[in-house]
């Protein structure tokens, strides 16, 4: 009997392209051996490559029978490669076009999560019609610093910057507006952060919520940020130290985003613990599976590896479940 043959899918012309790499890499490097593995590699020109040598889509597509989607960021999270592979019939790991497209925007993700009943952040759009000073002068009568500026199609914290006063605020709303020229603006809220993994048909449970993670940024940085996610400095916590309700409370909100945004197999959202209540701040639909993601230190602690999670997702996929 012929093995599976897996495509894993990695690189792509977002802004974490060096990220996914990682993450396929970490996929390749893991993959069973019951499953035949292929690398689908795509250049940040978006030119398509299959175990090194360049091909189209179509004639790659007819040598594989499932695609591991390790990318992260634009056109591999936001439903557009999604729409490609559905075009060819071709199964593939993560969440659909629509789920995709709704958790890769933060604005539309945002108002998803409140009509579900979740607590954001207080916030809103910005389109830059005016000079960026004024624009500052707008967010200023609207909320008190510090402010929070993420451009809104973003993953692993790229451009997002919190701003303390007013002359942070002209910097950071240069920086987000080169990205984009909609973006979002967010109250900061003070606490304690934290992530929650979700992964559907896992352990016998429809929705099985990994244990919470607790993330504790190095004194000099503000929040959560790239440099803090992938420089090593930053103290992971699995399991978390919250109190039993809060640990249920999370849990029961990671599956609610999970719910709300429709999507499929797996997704790790993000919280704020704070005197307030819980906030949620994102959800990722293609967690990260590098060695310093946090998606693999929670399925660790459940006694999982990214094998059986590997393995698992790649079942669901060709189940088209």
Not at 92 to 118: D, E, H, P
Not at 164 to 179: W, Y
Not at 194 to 200: E, S, W
Not at 279 to 296: K, R, V
Request: charged share 25%; hydrophobic share 40%.
């Amino acid at each position: 009997m012929n093995s599976i043959r897996v495509g894993v899918l990695r690189g792509g012309p977002s802004l974490e392209h060096e990220v996914s790499l990682k993450t396929g890499e970490s996929v390749l490097r893991n993959l069973p051996v019951k499953y035949s593995a292929k690398d689908i590699f795509i250049s940040k020109e978006g030119e398509w490559h299959l175990d090194g040598k360049p091909a189209h889509h179509d004639r790659i597509f007819r040598q594989i029978d499932v695609v591991f989607n390790a990318l992260h960021g634009e056109y591999g999270e936001d439903g557009k490669v999604q729409q490609l592979l559905e075009a060819f019939g071709i199964p593939y790991t993560g969440s659909g076009v629509m789920a995709s497209a709704l958790g890769m925007n933060k604005i539309l993700a945002r108002q998803t999560f409140k009509n579900s009943g979740l607590k954001v952040p207080y916030g809103f759009e910005i389109i830059l019609e005016k000079g960026l000073a004024e624009t500052a002068k707008d967010i200023f009568k609207k909320i008190p610093p510090p402010w929070v500026i993420k451009y809104p199609s973003g993953g692993s914290s790229v451009g997002v910057f919190i701003a303390r006063n007013f002359e942070d605020l002209d910097g950071a709303l240069e920086k987000v507006f080169s990205f984009s020229p909609k973006i979002l603006v967010e109250e900061y809220i003070r606490g304690r952060e934290a992530t929650c993994g979700v992964i559907d048909e896992f352990r016998n449970q429809k929705h099985y919520a990994l244990p919470i993670v607790e993330i504790i940024p190095p004194a000099q940085s503000d929040f959560f940020s790239y440099d803090a996610k992938y420089g090593g400095e930053t103290r992971e916590l699995c399991p978390s130290n919250f109190d039993m309700p809060t640990k249920r409370a999370i849990e029961a909100m990671a599956v609610a985003a999970h719910n709300a945004i429709g999507g499929r197999h797996y997704s790790r959202s993000d919280f704020i613990v704070s005197k307030n209540g819980i906030y949620i701040l994102e959800i990722n639909t293609l967690p990260g599976l590098t060695a310093e993601s946090l998606l693999p230190k929670a399925l660790n602690a459940v006694g999982s590896s990214h094998k059986e999670l590997l393995e698992h997702l790649i079942t669901l996929a060709l189940r088209k479940k």
